[in-house]
C-alpha cells in the first residue's frame, strides 16, 4: 500500500523489580511524511513499565520508545550525516480508568526536542507521576497512543497503536487530543522534567530545554 509503511511489534512480558507492561503481538503503523525527515528516523518498539524511585512504593507509568536514526546523505539540513538533530517527539495518551465504579478516558500529550543523535538506537522516555496512577487505577497498558517524529514544525512520521488504525477512529482520537488534553497539560512529563533523568545513564538523550515549535500535521 504506497504511502504506508507496516512494522510489526513481537513483544514478551517481563517481570523485573518493578512491574514492566509490553504490548505483546502488537501491530502498529507509520505513516510516511513529506519532510526529508521521513527516512531518516523509525521507532523500533513502545514500551509501558510501571517503575518506581529508589526508597519508594509509588509507581510512575514510564512510557519507553526506542528510536533508530539512519544516516542520511540527501538531508541537506544536517550539519553531519551521521547525527540527526533537533527531532521533535510528540507522544500522545487515550488512557481508560476507573472512577466510581465506571470507566471514563483521559487524554494526555507531551513533547520534547532531542539535541542531537548519532546514526544507531536510541530511547526516550515519558511519564505519568504516581498520583494518577493510585487516582485513576492504572493497571495494564493505556489503550491508546499515538507518536509524531517531526522537525522544524513539520512532521515526518507517524505510528500509532493498532486501536486507532482506522483513519475515522485515528481523526477522533486527535479531536479529543485537541480538545481535551490541555485539562491535562503537564501531567505527561518528558524524561527530562522527571526525577528519572540520571536513572538510565548512558541511555538518555539530550533534551533541549523550552524548545518548541508549532507543530503542523501531515498532508492527508
Request: charged letters at 25%.
Amino acid at each position: 500500500m504506497a504511502g504506508f509503511i507496516f512494522s510489526r511489534l513481537v513483544l514478551t512480558a517481563l517481570h523485573i523489580i518493578n512491574p514492566r507492561v509490553i504490548f505483546a503481538g502488537f501491530t502498529f503503523f507509520a505513516i510516511t511524511g513529506v519532510t526529508s525527515l521521513s527516512g531518516s528516523v523509525d521507532v523500533r518498539e513502545v514500551i509501558f513499565n510501571y517503575v518506581q524511585l529508589d526508597g519508594s512504593r509509588d509507581r510512575w507509568l514510564e512510557c519507553e520508545l526506542e528510536l533508530e536514526v539512519f544516516r542520511d546523505t540527501e538531508d541537506r539540513s544536517r550539519k553531519n550525516v551521521d547525527f540527526l538533530d533537533d527531532l521533535e517527539v510528540v507522544l500522545m495518551l487515550g488512557v481508560e480508568s476507573e472512577r466510581a465504579s465506571r470507566t471514563v478516558f483521559e487524554f494526555y500529550s507531551s513533547s520534547a526536542t532531542l539535541v542531537s543523535l548519532e546514526e544507531g538506537r536510541h530511547v526516550t522516555r515519558f511519564y505519568l507521576p504516581p498520583e494518577i496512577v493510585e487516582r485513576d487505577r492504572l493497571r495494564g497498558t493505556p489503550h491508546t497512543f499515538m507518536v509524531q517524529l517531526g522537525r522544524s514544525g513539520q512532521i515526518a512520521r507517524e505510528f500509532y497503536s493498532a486501536s486507532i488504525s482506522k483513519r475515522s477512529v485515528r481523526e477522533h482520537f486527535l479531536k479529543r487530543i485537541d480538545t481535551l488534553a490541555s485539562n491535562n497539560d503537564g501531567i505527561l512529563l518528558p524524561q527530562n522534567k522527571t526525577p528519572f533523568i540520571s536513572r538510565y545513564a548512558g541511555r538518555t538523550p539530550s533534551y533541549r530545554k523550552n524548545f518548541q515549535s508549532e507543530t503542523q500535521q501531515p498532508d492527508s
